[in-house]
């Protein structure tokens, strides 16, 4: 397998899984991780949570895709209902420069 091959496999993955998410069915969730170990990596150690908890953390997986920024308000709230507290959010990391730029305007 050469090397466009396997981004090929990983960018087809990472579409199935934002379809699967939006979905928010977690054992869809399971069967496209467990069906994957390669592509995704990290996700698979939620296959060996109970249902209840691979759900949580399908939601909360939810929150650190770019792709599904549309439903991440009702994911936080999908979590706070249930007594849980959605991971911070990140600060997006500025741009190459932009620091540079804004120092110039102030000289």
């Not at 990472?14 to 979905?23: A, D, F, G, T």
């Not at 109970?50 to 549309?70: F, G, H, N, Q």
């Amino acid at each position: 397998m050469d090397e466009r091959e396997i981004e090929q496999g990983y960018a087809n993955f990472h579409r199935r899984l934002n379809r699967i998410l939006r979905e928010k069915d977690v054992k869809s969730f399971r069967r496209h991780v467990a069906a994957h170990p390669r592509q995704a990596g990290k996700l698979s150690q939620y296959l060996a949570l109970s249902d209840r908890l691979a759900e949580i953390e399908m939601y909360k997986t939810i929150l650190v895709r770019s792709p599904l920024k549309d439903m991440h308000e009702e994911v936080r709230q999908w979590l706070r209902e249930r007594g849980i507290e959605p991971p911070a959010q990140r600060m997006r990391k500025a741009r190459k420069g932009a620091f540079r730029r804004r120092k110039r305007g102030y000289g």
